[in-house]
Nanobody
Framework: QVQLVESGGGSVQAGGSLRLACAIS?????????ITWFRQAPEKEREGVAA???????MYADSVKGRFTISKDNAKNTLHLQMDHLKPEDPAMYYC?????????????????????????WGQGTQVTVSS
């Protein structure tokens, strides 16, 4: 059974940093996959912010490019999101999600990976708060 467990959220001042972790279990059968960090602020839609593909490629939303870095520790089967230069617009519940059949080479691929309906497994989320 696939489980995703997020940790590392907290409260930080604007300009500060946080490092989120997503521990992945029960997913070794999936060779081709995409794991993505999403976030959802109150009264807003869930949005994809950074994705990691099984071939090692990464994708970022424009709003976090240059500030957030996604990486995967294969030895620990853990996905990380290093968040630097946090802004007042970054606070949200952050989730990791797994897509076991990622669409590749499709039109609007930069749009597709950011859509929540593409993902089959989700963690419970970790809260990030940024104070100004």
């Amino acid at each position: 059974q696939v489980q995703l467990v997020e940790s590392g959220g907290g409260s930080v001042q604007a300009g500060g940093s946080l490092r989120l972790a997503c521990a992945i279990s029960g997913a070794t059968a999936y060779i081709d996959y995409r794991i993505t960090w999403f976030r959802q602020a109150p009264e807003k839609e869930r949005e994809g912010v950074a994705a990691f593909d099984s071939d090692g490629s990464t994708m970022y939303a424009d709003s976090v490019k240059g500030r957030f870095t996604i990486s995967k520790d294969n030895a620990k089967n853990t996905l990380h999101l290093q968040m630097d230069h946090l802004k007042p617009e970054d606070p949200a519940m952050y989730y990791c999600a797994l897509d076991t059949r990622p669409a590749r080479g499709v039109p609007y691929s930069d749009y597709v990976w950011r859509q929540a309906y593409e993902y089959q497994f989700w963690g419970q989320g970790t809260q990030v708060t940024v104070s100004s």
